[in-house]
């Protein structure tokens, strides 16, 4: 993160360095050292309400079963799958016989689901162990006022 007074220390040729290969900012090679230092720090700014509006702050989860098999074994007859939306990205998620914690692993790599998170499963609070089954509703739920 560059600052005014950290880019108006540096050479000319330093800030068209950083224009060119830390900013990927082209057409600077003749440009003033005002110039320069304000076109790094627009583009920075910039770059940052990028980052901030691209911040996932909330995500939406349904779960459905499904009966596939009527003939099947008690247990088995139905599969149930998590769809798991954030914003444009969304997919079915097999979790019949999982775990809530390795289910919560599962959405933390796919969805960067926090550690901190509680696990609810039908509105009350499951262990990491607790097994999944067909008609159950899970919840990751992050504590207000924490960060992460």
Excluded at 33 to 56: C, F, H, P, Y
Excluded at 88 to 116: C, H, I, P, Q, W
């Amino acid at each position: 993160m560059y600052t005014r007074d950290n880019l108006e220390s540096k050479t000319v040729l330093e800030l068209r360095e950083v224009c060119t290969h830390k900013m990927g900012i082209t057409g600077m090679s003749k440009k003033r050292k005002d110039v320069l230092v304000n076109e790094i720090l627009k583009r920075q700014e910039g770059i940052a309400k990028k980052k901030e509006s691209e911040t996932v702050t909330s995500v939406e989860a349904t779960f459905t079963s499904t009966l596939t098999k009527p003939s099947a074994q008690f247990g088995n007859r139905a599969s149930t799958t998590i769809r798991v939306s954030c914003g444009a990205s969304s997919g079915d998620f097999s979790v019949v016989g999982k775990t809530v914690g390795g289910t919560m692993e599962l959405l933390k790599e796919v969805l960067n689901v926090s550690r901190m998170s509680r696990p609810l499963v039908n509105g009350k609070q499951a262990d990491g162990d607790y097994k999944l089954r067909s008609g159950d509703i899970l919840e990751f739920l992050k504590p207000a006022g924490r960060k992460g």
